[in-house]
């Protein structure tokens, strides 16, 4: 069975069950609330507060779609699900109708260079605006892997095929990953070079990654005999 290891927020959505009657709803509902404990020392926000997990990444899915036009979106709630496989949850869009035509799509990394371009592929649909990558002035390269495009712009890609689509859960096979000789260090890819941003769902914002503070592996030894 495969581990889940998801580095980000994944939608967790409790399916309330349904009641013959809108008085026993109501009960349903005051139990649940009855339910809740308050937790000494914290503010509670309950299960229904927009932010779940934090921060969360800033993956960027681009597609062709069938006149072969690319289209790029902005998925907050993505991570890793296998040691070549990742997963995305999705409700439906451009995104996944060119899925389904293609069969392939390619994540990249929003970075600080390109916050207003990332933000805008977010909220512009490629239903409205076909041409919206041209538009923010990006360029695009026929993946040599998959039938997807790379986004020039964009220093770090993955070039993925679908393994499954169902229910708003995307699960791609990463085929390859290629990177920009800008963003390497010892011919590794460099966090302080590629400067990744995630979206902070607190402050609705978008934040720099960091200062390393510690070695993988490596801080918690201090802890051991």
């Not at 035509?101 to 649909?125: C, H, K, M, N, W």
């Not at 010892?186 to 966090?191: C, H």
Request: aromatic share 6%.
């Amino acid at each position: 069975m495969k581990h889940l290891t998801i580095l980000t927020a994944m939608v967790a959505i409790a399916l309330l069950a349904a009641c013959k009657t809108t008085n026993n709803q109501n009960t349903s509902d005051m139990n649940s609330k009855e339910a809740l404990q308050e937790v000494a020392g914290r503010k509670n926000f309950g299960a229904s507060h927009a932010l779940m997990t934090t921060p969360q990444p800033c993956v960027m899915i681009a597609t062709w779609d069938k006149d072969h036009t690319p289209d790029v979106m902005m998925a907050a709630w993505a991570g890793q699900y296998d040691h070549n496989q990742i997963v995305v949850s999705m409700s439906k869009h451009k995104t996944t109708e060119n899925l389904e035509l293609t069969g392939a799509f390619t994540v990249s990394f929003a970075d600080v260079r390109t916050v207003a371009e990332s933000d805008y592929f977010g909220i512009v649909s490629g239903n409205n605006v076909p041409d919206k990558v041209a538009k923010a002035g990006f360029t695009v390269t026929p993946s040599p892997n998959v039938d997807a495009p790379i986004i020039n712009e964009y220093p770090l890609t993955l070039e993925c095929k679908v393994v499954s689509w169902a229910d708003g859960i995307l699960v791609g096979e990463v085929v390859n990953m290629s990177a920009d000789e800008s963003i390497l260090t010892d011919g590794k890819v460099d966090l302080a070079k590629l400067q990744p941003i995630v979206f902070d769902a607190a402050g609705m914002c978008y934040r720099a990654i960091g200062d390393v503070v510690g070695g993988a592996w490596n801080a918690g030894k201090k802890f051991m005999d």
